[in-house]
């Protein structure tokens, strides 16, 4: 009995995979580097233990959670290298190597890396589940416990990453900077960092507002990260 030839298999069309403009990433890291530039150069609060309270925060954590984690980081690094090469941009228009040797040291070396884990944490924030599954009572545990992402839950949740990021690594070695440059205990160097912690609430709240902002005008932003 003739048999007929398999008809060939249909596949369904490639999704397109959008290309990365290495341009715009650099564009990208080299504003965001001025940005917090700026954002140093806005005229501080002096406080008692000789470090100022800035807005290098705010701008170092959007940063992370605008651009992603590598181009947040690379956006915070590039500000370094260009204060530590000597071009005032550091808070009270400082810059160069001397600023090693300021009580501020252990902040601004972390910098990198919280903008690194705001970009991580963040990301988490933005990827909350859009709908909430069925959630009756055969439906596994699991999924009665997904959070609906709604902009108020994605507003919290931003705002928490970027506390989050900033806890983990900014304070903590700012506790060790001051530690090392002031010469006193765990205590003492605690005590002058809380001086900085409602600043810090009130920066990732306007920087979880901005960043909203920012992905609701280009929402594929962050997703070249």
Not at 64 to 84: D, I, K, M, Q
Not at 187 to 206: C, F, T
């Amino acid at each position: 009995m003739p048999t007929t030839p398999d008809a060939p298999a249909t596949t369904a069309p490639a999704r397109p995979v959008p290309r990365r403009h290495r341009g715009t990433d650099v564009a990208l890291v080299a504003s965001f580097a001025a940005f917090v530039a700026a954002c140093a150069l806005v005229p501080p609060i002096p406080t008692a233990s000789g470090v100022p309270i800035t807005l290098q925060t705010f701008g170092v954590l959007l940063a992370g959670l605008v651009l992603g984690p590598w181009r947040g980081f690379l956006a915070v690094t590039l500000y370094l290298v260009v204060g530590l090469a000597g071009v005032p941009v550091f808070a009270e228009m400082t810059g160069g190597l001397g600023v090693l040797g300021k009580p501020s040291v252990g902040y601004l070396l972390a910098f990198p890396l919280g903008a690194a884990l705001a970009g991580v944490l963040g990301g988490l924030a933005l990827r909350l589940p859009a709908r909430r599954p069925p959630a009756g009572p055969g439906a596994p545990v699991a999924r009665r416990l997904v959070v609906r992402s709604t902009p108020a839950v994605r507003f919290v949740a931003l705002v928490g990453a970027g506390l989050a990021a900033s806890f983990l690594t900014i304070h903590p070695a700012g506790v060790a900077g001051l530690m090392w440059r002031l010469v006193v205990d765990l205590p003492a160097a605690v005590a002058i960092d809380v001086v900085y912690w409602p600043g810090d609430v009130v920066k990732n709240v306007l920087a979880a507002i901005v960043t909203l902002a920012v992905l609701r005008a280009f929402p594929d932003l962050r997703d070249r990260a």
